[in-house]
């Protein structure tokens, strides 16, 4: 009889909110920032098992809502202010993050 016991990695670092979170504060210098994870909302959907899943092939850490004020956003358009935020988050959402709702205001907006 063997005791084999099959290792699974896990995710070493800081978790997926937490770069993004970084990444943000560095592109955006904000007056506030929450990176909310959302991912439990969504356990029981397909791609939460089949796209590209979160950090190190498990579930989690796909889904996202970022809520940011930064003056880097006064006289930017939503649609301006959206754009900047996935590019400062591209590598996150090639990499497993499926859906990031954002919220990006100026301040006194």
Do not use: C, W, Y
Request: no cysteine; net charge neutral.
């Amino acid at each position: 009889m063997s005791n084999h016991t099959e290792t699974v990695a896990r995710p070493t670092g800081p978790s997926v909110a937490d770069a993004m979170k970084a990444k943000l504060e560095a592109a955006f210098a904000p007056l506030s920032l929450e990176v909310i994870d959302e991912s439990h909302k969504h356990a029981g959907h397909a791609h939460a098992v089949t796209e590209k899943p979160g950090r190190a092939g498990a579930a989690g850490e796909t889904h996202f809502k970022v809520k940011v004020v930064s003056q880097s956003f006064q006289g930017k358009s939503r649609v301006d202010r959206h754009r900047a935020i996935n590019a400062a988050l591209a590598h996150e959402l090639d990499a497993g993050v499926h859906a990031l709702a954002i919220d990006a205001k100026a301040p006194g907006e």
